[in-house]
């Protein structure tokens, strides 16, 4: 069995009536994406209809790195990168699960609605 026909029987067993998002309740199926993870040498690039974000390992870290539609400015941010005028790449370093709170799950939001 592939990874996508094993992720649909298991969103048929989850959702019988197609998918619902947990957070808002929307099921409309046009506005409900996929995340997927596309390996790659050194990294993990999350994916929706482009990459929005990508992690990497360090020693003892991880690097998220993110898409953003405006630079942000915050001390938890160690390197941006503009990469267009409209669009930066963002670098925040991770040595605990627990930095990951409402701002970064915020800033992974953004960048993942302006991939799809």
Not at 65 to 89: L, N
Request: hydrophobic share 35%; with cysteine; proline share 4%.
């Amino acid at each position: 069995m592939t990874e996508e026909a094993a992720r649909d029987y298991f969103e048929k067993l989850r959702w019988p009536n197609g998918a619902v998002c947990p957070h808002c309740g929307n099921a409309n199926q046009d506005r409900i994406y996929k995340v997927t993870a596309d390996p790659k040498k050194t990294s993990i690039h999350l994916v929706a209809r482009s990459a929005f974000a990508g992690i990497a390992t360090r020693k003892n870290e991880l690097v998220l790195t993110i898409k953003s539609p405006a630079d942000i400015q915050s001390s938890r941010i160690r390197k941006r990168e503009q990469v267009s005028a409209r669009r930066w790449h963002l670098e925040v370093r991770l040595s605990d699960p627990k930095q990951v709170d409402a701002e970064i799950e915020r800033w992974i939001g953004q960048a993942f609605e302006i991939s799809k």
